[in-house]
């Protein structure tokens, strides 16, 4: 990679060094800054049949680094009562809260609300480059923010943030260069992506069609007597969930909440901890044992089903294994205790399609908050003999670790791929690599 012939101190600790003939100058200088805004509440009018782009940072897509329109339009009179201006094309939209630093380049004319600073460029300053050396400067815009609520960075300390410039014609060369280099890692990522969903698919198919047909493609069929689930093997049983488990209840959140949270102590489990591929314990919490008694009705027990019921990520589960020690769970994790049913040949029926749809439909009647003990009893689960159950476990272990492994790296895949992209924009936008 080249290097510039002379570097000078850019005196901000995270750039460092800075060709020698680059400014290290104030966003205010490079930039008219604006505030958004947002009408009162209660004027709906000023939302029916608006015309005008609206752009909050709930519209930011962060893979994408143009932003054409947003989820509503205003009205020209709601514009008006906001006493804020309209943002020309071309300008850096920034999320100026949650979270702090994400951007994107308005294609089309647009007005923001107040969680946005819009900048409009000075004649000598390109906004690609801007938005490439704003996106990697998140964590040190993070840094500046403040607030109780929610961390918030101000247009003034925001205005004030010093940041390499190079001349124009270099700022369009790096941008140019940037474009090409990561539009290929974009791609990159995106097929990797592609075949994670793929694979995710592929999962889905094999485990239903085991807990549902078996391994045996010749095995005689029966109507199962749900429409949606078909025929089933002719000497399989198609019980409610209440008639195979001898607990379904969801755990509770201790008194004091996060407050009693300690480093070590018995770990307490959250939906967040929770995938169908196992535990991850990672960021998991811990319970003092005086707690952990106090809260004995969740305890978890091991060959137990966790099942989330509540949130995005409601749905997913998995057995407890062997091998952690004691444990509890919060209100957002059901506890689903197997019995005269194989603890795996259950967790996979609830992460199969015969489990999801129930679950979905469930959803669908109104209960989009969450999944209700009652509900869950009266899920459908196929049951089979138990060496049959037996057989598909293991049948099933086999497949989905060899498709967890395929995704597992695809996913180091894509994250290496995203910390060279964000390596090569920081090098480059700083001037530690000369682009030609």
């Keep these: 990679m080249k290097k510039y012939n002379a570097y000078k101190d850019s005196e901000v600790k995270w750039i460092g060094e800075i060709p020698e003939h680059w400014e290290i100058t104030p966003l205010k200088f490079c930039f008219k800054v604006l505030s958004g805004a947002t009408p009162k509440s209660t004027e709906l009018s000023y939302w029916e049949d608006g015309n005008i782009n609206w752009i909050t940072p709930a519209d930011f897509k962060t893979e994408d680094r143009f932003i054409s329109d947003g989820v509503k339009k205003i009205t020209k009179e709601g514009f008006m009562s906001c006493s804020t201006t309209l943002i020309p094309s071309g300008s850096i939209i920034f999320s100026k809260r949650a979270p702090i630093g994400s951007v994107v380049i308005n294609s089309n004319e647009v007005c923001t609300n107040q969680g946005c600073l819009s900048c409009i460029p000075k004649d000598d300053i390109s906004s690609l480059f801007f938005y490439y050396i704003m996106s990697v400067s998140q964590k040190y815009f993070d840094m500046l923010g403040t607030g109780t609520t929610f961390n918030e960075i101000s247009a003034n300390v925001f205005k004030n943030v010093h940041l390499p410039v190079p001349p124009l014609s270099e700022q369009q060369a790096i941008a140019s260069y940037l474009d090409a280099k990561t539009e290929k890692m974009d791609q990159m990522i995106a097929k990797a992506e592609k075949k994670i969903e793929y694979l995710g698919e592929l999962k889905q198919s ?7 047909r078996g391994l045996n493609p010749n095995a005689p069929l029966k109507d199962s ?9 002719r000497d399989w049983e198609i019980p409610r969930l209440n008639f195979v488990t001898s607990k379904i209840g969801s755990g509770s959140t201790p008194k004091g909440g996060s407050e009693v949270y300690v480093d070590e102590g018995v770990v307490f489990l959250r939906s967040q901890n929770v995938y169908n591929d196992g535990l991850r314990l990672n960021d998991v919490v811990h319970i003092v044992p005086s707690i952990h008694e106090q809260m004995k009705g969740t305890k978890v027990q091991v060959d137990d089903i966790l099942f989330n019921i509540t949130g995005a990520s409601i749905g997913r589960c998995c057995r407890f294994p062997k091998g952690i020690g004691e444990a509890n769970v919060n209100q957002h994790v059901c506890i689903v205790r197997p019995k005269n049913i194989l603890p795996t040949f259950l967790m996979y029926c609830l992460q199969s399609f015969v489990g999801q749809t129930q679950l979905r ?16 009893k009266n899920f459908y689960v196929l ?32 994250a290496y791929l995203q910390e060279l992209k964000q390596s090569l924009i920081t090098n480059v936008v700083t001037g530690k690599i000369k682009v030609s």
């Design 383 to 414: 049951l089979p003999s138990p060496n049959e159950q037996q057989q598909i476990a293991t049948y099933l272990d086999i497949k989905c670790s060899k498709i967890d492994h395929i995704v597992a790296t695809q996913k180091k895949k894509i």
């Design 225 to 233: 007597g749900v429409k949606w689930i078909g025929d089933i093997p």
């Design 206 to 212: 094999l485990i239903t069609r085991a807990v549902t």
């Design 361 to 376: 439909q469930l959803l669908k009647g109104g209960n989009r908050e969450g999944l209700s003990g009652e509900s869950f």
